[in-house]
């Protein structure tokens, strides 16, 4: 029996889509697949980790032909899960539990994807997007680099900004001390891989995520040694919206640099005159 199915959904100019379902944790998962059309071999391939929990947030074709056809369009082979639970997707959606398998265990099929190249993995994430790139991060050392956009990295400090998270939280996780410790980045920078380059970016507009979140999480990253660069935008909003065309260019030159160009990891002891 076959563990990865894929068939062509639809197109978005010169981009194409494919609808996924692979199985994770002995249940079938529904995801998509985006690259261009015209390509010369094997593309560098960006994990795309969707934001929201349940049905808000799924990948729909806005989301499709806004996000995944541009991060595609950038050169790359774009891959991205619904989750467990979601997008007629099997088994629950645990906000950050055993649907991080989801994200991980792509690359375990990427044997049966000859687009895409396994050498160069980046990763991509928003939101609740960017805790789940924030717990790959700690798990796993073949992400070339990654880029985070609002990443929840504090589940205590969501509480107390947005109570009416708890419900999300209960549904997902039951809500517990150990379920929001687990869950913040906040608590285990010191075990992300010290050679994946993590970009955040963050507006201080955010009233969904506090900005608090990167910058606190910055501070971590930056006493573990971890390579980092922190982007605050000003004003903007959860999505960045104002600064949607410089945020997205930042992202894509540190995916170009470390990912589809491998460049060499910067020095992070003292150095210089």
């Known amino acids: 029996m076959q563990n990865f199915l894929r068939e062509h959904y639809r197109d978005f100019g010169d981009v194409a889509v494919d609808r996924i379902r692979y199985q994770s944790n002995g249940h079938w998962v529904n995801g998509f697949l985006v690259m261009p059309k015209e390509r010369d071999g094997a593309l560098p391939c960006i994990i795309y980790n969707r934001g929201g929990s349940f049905e808000f947030g799924m990948i729909d074709d806005e989301g499709i032909e806004r996000k995944l056809a541009v991060l595609a369009s950038w050169g790359y082979a774009i891959i991205a899960s619904q989750y467990s ?5 099997e088994g629950n959606d645990e906000v950050g539990g055993a649907d991080v398998d989801d994200v991980l265990v792509l690359k375990e099929y990427f044997d049966q994807i000859p687009e895409i190249d396994s050498s160069r993995i980046g990763m991509w994430g928003g939101s609740r997007g960017g805790m789940m790139t924030y717990q790959c991060l700690a798990r796993v050392d073949w992400i070339k680099a990654a880029v985070s956009i609002a990443g929840v990295a504090n589940y205590d400090r969501a509480i107390e900004q947005r109570p009416k998270m708890g419900d999300v939280y209960t549904r997902g996780f039951g809500n ?3 379920g929001r410790r687990i869950r913040s ?4 920078a010191d075990r992300f891989c010290k050679t994946t380059p993590v970009l955040l970016m ?8 506090s900005s608090k979140d990167s910058l606190e999480l910055a501070e971590k990253l930056y006493d573990a040694k971890v390579p980092y660069r922190l982007v605050i935008f000003e004003g903007a909003d959860h999505g960045l919206t ?4 410089e945020a997205w260019g930042i992202g894509r030159e540190w995916l170009d640099r470390y990912v589809k160009s491998s460049a060499e990891l910067p020095i992070l002891e003292p150095h210089g005159k």
């Open 176 to 178: 517990t001390l150990e």
């Open 242 to 245: 104002e600064y949607r065309a």
């Open 202 to 209: 963050h507006g201080t507009g955010d009233w969904r995520v």
């Open 85 to 89: 639970g979601n997008g007629g997707s």
């Open 185 to 188: 980045a906040v608590n285990f």
